[in-house]
């Protein structure tokens, strides 16, 4: 099991947080979670229950975290999340950590 990836990032002046983390193989998924000031601006949950019996699970499973953490620092750079992140009322436009973790199932985005 990978247990995760963190990386801080100065954008615009402030300093996000990009958060990854496996939740292993009996919850065979793992969430991206995008932060500025302890607030969850975006979040990107993967499952990968459908190639659970590959051989070198472990090994893929790293390699496809890294692209989605990769991926939304990309996105936060090209300015995808400036409307939530930088609004008068951001506080009202972040996601609840239990919004993030447990109200969507399946690849998708919040």
């Known amino acids: 099991m ?19 983390e496996d939740s292993g193989v009996n919850n065979p998924h793992f969430v991206t979670l995008l ?7 975006s979040s990107k949950k993967t499952s990968y229950a459908d190639i659970i019996k590959m051989e070198r699970l472990e090994v893929i499973v790293e390699e496809l975290m890294k692209e989605q953490h990769k991926g939304m620092m990309r996105r936060l750079k090209a300015g995808e999340f400036d409307e939530k992140a930088f609004s008068g009322n951001a506080r ?19």
């Open 2 to 20: 990978v247990l995760g990836f963190n990386h801080n990032i100065t954008y615009k002046g402030e300093i996000f947080h990009v958060q990854t």
């Open 35 to 41: 932060y500025r000031g302890g607030e969850i601006i």
């Open 92 to 110: 009202n436009n972040a996601v609840r950590p239990d919004e993030a973790l447990v109200a969507f199932s399946g690849p998708h985005e919040k």
